[in-house]
């Protein structure tokens, strides 16, 4: 009979093959690599399972488990917000052509972290990876008028002609865009590009925020079109990470 150790040191070779596999393992497969007996095998394995340590697939192969899961989305939230934002933001992308955008606060910056490109020539800039002055991106500015960023304490870096430079005209936009739920932005930081952003919310709070950009003569006419349809996606994400959570 298995001592306390033994038992222990087999539960954690099957489940060391099981997490260090690419491809989720037969119960054959685990039982030959291991040496195991099956009727061993089967006994850990049935252990694993119960404290969600490795979980079993359609065909009845062994994957990492739940716990697993959850450990990982805890000390990787951007990660796992970028693959549950990809549906919202093909969506988007398919409603307006234009190029998608995800960002998370990052210190007093906004940070792209994903991105559906442009089906135009015309706007396919990769954001990814960027740091941008909130003040002067519309999804910078829902950081601001949501509480997801504080409110500059400086002076605000003129970047191009349109650029808000005064905190109190900001102040008067940010009201505006908590009122409608979506924020804008036109040639503010750089000449020509518009953007419009709305937030997504998880557990009561802004995580993020999502957004198109496109040159202005192709987005002026659609501002508050493309602007309910960023809040209806948001909503809809926002719901999403909240089941999830």
Known sequence: MATGTQSIDRAAELL???VHSEEPLSFSELAGTSHLSRSTTSRV????????????DPDGAFGAGELFVS????????????RQAQETMSRISEETGETVNLAIAHGRDVVQVAQVESTYLLGTTNWVGVSVPPHCSALGKVMYAFGALPLPAGALQRMTDATITELSRLEIELEQVRRRGFATTRGELEEGLAGIAAPVRSAERVAASIGVSGPIFRLADTWNQVGDLLVDESDRLSKTLDNRA
Request: no cysteine.
């Open 16 to 18: 060391a093959l099981v």
């Open 45 to 56: 394995l049935q252990a694993l399972e119960r404290h969600r340590l490795v979980s079993r």
């Open 71 to 82: 450990y990982a989305s805890r000390h990787d939230s951007v990660g796992l917000l970028v």
